[in-house]
Protein backbone atom coordinates (compact mmCIF):
# COMPACT_ATOMS: atom_id res chain seq x y z
CA UNK A 1 0.00 0.00 0.00
CA UNK A 2 1.33 3.24 -0.93
CA UNK A 3 0.48 6.54 1.22
CA UNK A 4 0.72 9.90 -0.06
CA UNK A 5 1.14 13.25 2.14
CA UNK A 6 1.10 16.67 1.10
CA UNK A 7 2.51 19.92 2.44
CA UNK A 8 3.64 23.36 1.75
CA UNK A 9 -0.25 24.98 0.94
CA UNK A 10 -0.71 28.34 2.32
CA UNK A 11 -1.78 31.75 1.94
CA UNK A 12 -0.33 34.16 -0.21
CA UNK A 13 -1.32 37.18 -2.71
CA UNK A 14 -1.71 37.19 -6.47
CA UNK A 15 1.34 36.83 -8.50
CA UNK A 16 3.31 34.95 -5.74
CA UNK A 17 4.47 31.54 -5.64
CA UNK A 18 4.31 28.09 -3.52
CA UNK A 19 6.17 25.04 -3.64
CA UNK A 20 3.85 21.97 -2.66
CA UNK A 21 5.33 18.82 -1.93
CA UNK A 22 4.01 14.71 -1.79
CA UNK A 23 5.93 12.21 0.24
CA UNK A 24 5.54 8.74 -1.02
CA UNK A 25 5.96 5.89 1.75
CA UNK A 26 7.24 3.26 1.37
CA UNK A 27 8.81 4.09 -1.80
CA UNK A 28 7.94 6.08 -4.79
CA UNK A 29 9.40 3.00 -6.90
CA UNK A 30 6.03 1.48 -6.03
CA UNK A 31 4.29 4.24 -8.78
CA UNK A 32 4.53 4.40 -12.47
CA UNK A 33 2.67 7.82 -12.79
CA UNK A 34 2.31 10.80 -10.16
CA UNK A 35 0.07 13.41 -10.58
CA UNK A 36 -1.50 16.59 -8.87
CA UNK A 37 -5.00 17.26 -9.02
CA UNK A 38 -6.68 20.71 -7.83
CA UNK A 39 -9.92 21.34 -6.50
CA UNK A 40 -11.48 24.57 -6.28
CA UNK A 41 -14.62 25.45 -4.65
CA UNK A 42 -18.16 24.23 -5.92
CA UNK A 43 -15.69 22.80 -8.67
CA UNK A 44 -14.88 19.19 -9.40
CA UNK A 45 -11.20 17.84 -9.11
CA UNK A 46 -8.82 18.79 -11.55
CA UNK A 47 -5.91 17.10 -13.08
CA UNK A 48 -3.36 19.91 -13.10
CA UNK A 49 0.18 17.93 -14.03
CA UNK A 50 0.97 14.75 -15.00
CA UNK A 51 4.44 13.25 -14.14
CA UNK A 52 5.34 9.84 -15.23
CA UNK A 53 7.62 6.61 -15.16
CA UNK A 54 10.56 8.17 -16.87
CA UNK A 55 10.20 11.59 -15.62
CA UNK A 56 8.18 13.24 -18.21
CA UNK A 57 5.92 16.13 -17.15
CA UNK A 58 2.49 17.21 -19.16
CA UNK A 59 0.16 20.46 -17.71
CA UNK A 60 -3.53 21.45 -18.27
CA UNK A 61 -3.22 24.67 -20.36
CA UNK A 62 -4.45 26.76 -17.59
CA UNK A 63 -1.19 26.10 -15.25
CA UNK A 64 1.36 25.33 -18.54
CA UNK A 65 4.31 27.85 -17.98
CA UNK A 66 3.35 28.91 -14.14
CA UNK A 67 4.20 25.54 -12.53
CA UNK A 68 6.37 22.64 -12.61
CA UNK A 69 5.96 18.94 -11.31
CA UNK A 70 9.17 17.30 -10.49
CA UNK A 71 9.86 14.11 -8.40
CA UNK A 72 12.82 12.74 -6.17
CA UNK A 73 13.10 9.71 -6.42
CA UNK A 74 16.17 9.02 -3.85
CA UNK A 75 13.78 10.92 -1.12
CA UNK A 76 10.86 9.74 -2.33
CA UNK A 77 8.86 12.93 -2.99
CA UNK A 78 7.16 14.67 -5.77
CA UNK A 79 6.71 18.60 -5.95
CA UNK A 80 4.80 21.36 -7.68
CA UNK A 81 6.51 24.41 -7.84
CA UNK A 82 3.77 27.21 -8.30
CA UNK A 83 4.49 30.77 -9.84
CA UNK A 84 2.62 33.93 -10.87
CA UNK A 85 -0.16 32.24 -8.53
CA UNK A 86 -3.65 33.85 -9.83
CA UNK A 87 -6.89 33.91 -7.56
CA UNK A 88 -8.38 30.87 -9.70
CA UNK A 89 -5.33 29.07 -8.16
CA UNK A 90 -7.10 28.99 -4.84
CA UNK A 91 -8.59 25.19 -3.61
CA UNK A 92 -6.96 21.97 -1.85
CA UNK A 93 -4.23 20.54 -4.00
CA UNK A 94 -4.18 16.61 -4.16
CA UNK A 95 -1.31 14.24 -4.95
CA UNK A 96 -2.33 11.10 -6.80
CA UNK A 97 -0.16 8.20 -7.35
CA UNK A 98 -0.39 5.22 -10.08
CA UNK A 99 0.85 1.48 -9.62
CA UNK A 100 -0.59 0.53 -13.09
CA UNK A 101 -0.54 1.08 -16.52
CA UNK A 102 -2.89 3.86 -18.30
CA UNK A 103 -2.05 6.48 -15.32
CA UNK A 104 -4.94 5.13 -13.27
CA UNK A 105 -4.34 6.61 -10.05
CA UNK A 106 -4.89 4.21 -7.07
CA UNK A 107 -3.39 6.15 -4.10
CA UNK A 108 -4.50 9.63 -2.78
CA UNK A 109 -3.36 12.22 -0.17
CA UNK A 110 -5.40 14.22 1.94
CA UNK A 111 -4.78 17.36 0.14
CA UNK A 112 -3.12 20.85 1.17
CA UNK A 113 -5.04 24.10 1.02
CA UNK A 114 -3.84 27.27 -1.36
CA UNK A 115 -5.10 30.42 -0.78
CA UNK A 116 -4.13 33.09 -3.17
CA UNK A 117 -5.86 36.78 -2.51
CA UNK A 118 -5.88 39.50 -4.80
Known amino acids: QVQLVESGGASVQAGGSLRLSCKVS????????MAWFHQAPGKEREEVAR???????TYTDSVQGRFTASKNSRQNFMSLQMIKLQPGDSGMYYC????????????WGQGTQVNVST
Open 26 to 33: PSIWLVRC
Open 51 to 57: IDLDGRT
Open 96 to 107: AAGARAGCLYDF
